[in-house]
């Protein structure tokens, strides 16, 4: 999966016109935390927690084309001179029945800056 845009305005000032944006780092953490503690009432007080977290990176590629060719990414996406890390909860319903990069690709389309963003129909196995 790859997400096509009209353009894309890069940290470096330079707009990218039809770029093709893959999720090129992903990573999950499923971390679950116990507390337990007596009350006031010597009663246990048992706390859970925990989330289930997907953070990404985006490259951009000069077009989907460049992809298939096997050519680098021109850059990945910034805030200024930092890469944007992106970071979802996969518990949450609206990720349900999704493998963690479907539903980071599923985020990614809710977010204004990537509204105009078309799924690629040529880049189906990243």
């Given at each position: ?64 084309q460049a992809i298939g060719e096997d050519r680098p990414p021109i850059d990945q996406v910034r805030d200024g001179y930092n890469i944007h890390i ?41």
């Amino acid at each position: 999966m790859a997400l096509n845009m009209p353009s894309i305005d890069m940290a470096s000032g330079i707009t990218v016109n039809n770029p093709c944006l893959v999720i090129s780092q992903l990573s999950t953490s499923n971390n679950l935390s116990l507390s337990e503690t007596l009350d006031n009432s010597n009663e246990l007080a048992i706390v859970e927690g925990g989330a289930h977290i997907c953070t990404f990176q985006l490259s951009v590629f000069v077009s989907e084309q460049a992809i298939g060719e096997d050519r680098p990414p021109i850059d990945q996406v910034r805030d200024g001179y930092n890469i944007h890390i992106y970071q979802i909860r996969l518990e949450d319903e609206l990720y349900t029945d999704m493998t963690p990069r479907e539903a980071a690709y599923s985020y990614l389309k809710t977010l204004d800056e990537y509204s105009t963003a078309t799924e690629s129909t040529e880049i189906t196995t990243i």
